[in-house]
């Protein structure tokens, strides 16, 4: 046989809504929770005994993730109301009575915590308060008091505003520099380009080029001469050039494939580390190098240049590891350089030098002698 609990447990907030007259007091009532409708928070009074409604309230707003300031103090207070948690029967014998029968209860407040967009009578008589104390500083009429939130977001996208737009103007300046300082190497290359044309200082497969990048993933350089843009293979330099650093290249008889490069300067990028290996394995177009600090390398060729070179390796053999931003940039076989190359590079460097020396790469050149042309 089932059996029903004839009592029920419930807020009664209102004083013609209970019958107290044959009613006690039963301390194992005392609770902390939300009523039946869950909208406002009670708690009996013998939790709070002897307390300050006002900390209590504070104390149940920080509890309640809210931030315990006088605004929402106010809140609170417009819905505290001194009320009764009762045990009463689930039926009243009479149906037209109007006050429910308790036959247990313990005295508890309950108050509403703040919700947004919904402003009671002590809350907006501050506001107003406040609404005219700015009119009267200001000199300015409002319309009316916007609450505390509101106002602070306002004036924090007012503050990321203003930073934005200061910043956008540092960069927008940086740009306008760059672009300058492009549009000025531009032009001093293609004169100078022009320049070794009508002297026919250079044979007809060799160009003047600038380093636009530097791919570490793929061991490769691009180099710009006039609107054509150049992949080459870091394995046929002698070092990693920085970027902007200009060079000579001979190209084939089509005057599409590079078969030789020169650079103006020595200059390589930064943040480059350089090791010594000494090669463990080789296998096919990969192989295995450990340098002096006992860090093993392993590294599989990326272009025809480097398979060439990987095939002729030979275990022991010492090559040079050039690292930039946790990548091989760039590796070398040392002592392998015949003497023949050596001369060739010698004279090289003796054509880059007659070239600077007649001064047929001028950064400086007149813009409105290139605008003339």
Partial sequence: MAIFDKDKLTIISEAGDADLSKASIAKDL???DYDNDGQFFYITVDRILFSNPVETI??????HGFVPNLEN?????????????AKAPSKSNSEDASAIKVNQYIPCIKFELPQKGK???????????????????SDTTQS???????????????????????????????????????????????????????????????????????????RLIKVKSFRKVIDIPTHMLDHVPDFQSRCLITFDEDHETPMGILFFDAKEINDLEKRTAE????????????????????????NNSEVETIRALKRGMQVLISIADDYV???????????????????EQFIAYEIGKNQLVNPDIDETQESDE
């Fill in 30 to 32: 005392s609770h902390v």
């Fill in 58 to 63: 504070k104390s149940v707003l920080d509890a």
């Fill in 73 to 85: 103090i106010l809140y609170c207070l417009d819905s505290f109301v001194f009320s009764i948690r």
């Fill in 119 to 137: 402003v009671g009578s002590t809350l907006q008589s501050f506001y107003d308060e406040i609404a005219k104390y700015e009119a009267k500083n």
């Fill in 144 to 218: 009316g008091w916007t609450p505390e939130p509101q106002v602070e977001q306002k004036k924090k996208l007012k503050t990321q505003l203003k930073e934005l737009k200061e910043e956008n103007e540092q960069l927008q300046q940086q740009l306008n520099d760059l672009s300058q300082q492009l549009l000025k190497e531009k032009k001093s290359l293609n004169q100078a380009s022009r320049a070794l044309d009508s002297q026919q200082a250079l044979p007809e497969n060799t160009r003047i080029c600038r380093v636009e990048h530097v791919d570490f993933k793929r």
């Fill in 279 to 302: 090669l463990l394995h080789v296998e096919g177009d990969m192989f295995k190098a450990r340098d002096s600090l006992r860090n093993e390398f392993q590294i599989k060729a990326l």
């Fill in 329 to 347: 940039v760039r590796f070398a076989v040392l002592n392998t350089k015949r003497p023949e190359a050596f001369k060739s590079r010698i004279q």
